[in-house]
């Protein structure tokens, strides 16, 4: 497994948390452009799953959604 993109990922475990940390990942992209490509992704996937109650399917989110940061961070820093 990589190396999670900011300190703190190992916490996340609830959908806000995990929200936030996004967020702050996004600060760490390279211009404003991509910052706010990414903070508009993130802000349009928690309403569509604002109504998730199973507590399954919201720890498959966040799985997901924890490696899909890794990668996108992983994917600019390498082309910097």
Not at 2 to 9: E, I, K, Y
């Amino acid at each position: 497994m990589t190396m999670a993109p900011l300190p703190g990922a190992e916490l996340v475990q609830k959908p806000l948390q995990l929200y936030r940390y996004l967020l702050r990942c996004c600060k760490q992209l390279p211009t404003e452009n991509i910052q706010q490509h990414y903070r508009h992704a993130i802000k349009q996937s928690f309403r569509v799953h604002a109504d998730e109650d199973s507590p399954e399917r919201i720890q498959q989110i966040i799985k997901r959604a924890m490696e899909d940061a890794d990668w996108v961070m992983n994917k600019y820093k390498r082309q910097k």
